[in-house]
């Protein structure tokens, strides 16, 4: 009976491991993802912006601001799937 029980506690033991390594690897994984996207969208935004021009806002009308928006959003605000 005292080997059944060391037998069985490690191969719960065993199996508890197995699934927190491998919990512990997606979650990793999770978060590499995570921070990838979040570069990405930084980086973007980046780009939105200085192609926005801020700086001289107020220099233009309603019109060019408008079109300056739709240039950079159909430049650079989709993302390219090739």
């Given at each position: 009976?005292?080997?059944f029980r060391i037998a069985f506690t490690l191969i719960l033991s065993f199996?508890?491991?197995?699934?927190?390594?491998?919990?512990?690897?997606?979650?990793?994984?999770?978060?590499?993802?995570?921070?990838?996207?979040?570069?990405?969208?930084?980086?973007?935004?980046?780009?939105?912006?200085?192609?926005?021009?801020?700086?001289?806002?107020?220099?233009?009308?309603?019109?060019?601001?408008?079109?300056?928006?739709?240039?950079?959003l159909k430049e650079y605000g989709y993302k390219n799937n090739n």
């Open positions: 009976m005292k080997i199996i508890v491991l197995t699934l927190g390594v491998k919990i512990f690897r997606n979650f990793n994984i999770s978060r590499d993802l995570k921070k990838e996207e979040k570069n990405e969208i930084k980086q973007a935004a980046e780009i939105l912006n200085e192609c926005f021009d801020l700086k001289n806002k107020s220099q233009r009308t309603i019109n060019d601001s408008l079109k300056l928006i739709e240039y950079c």
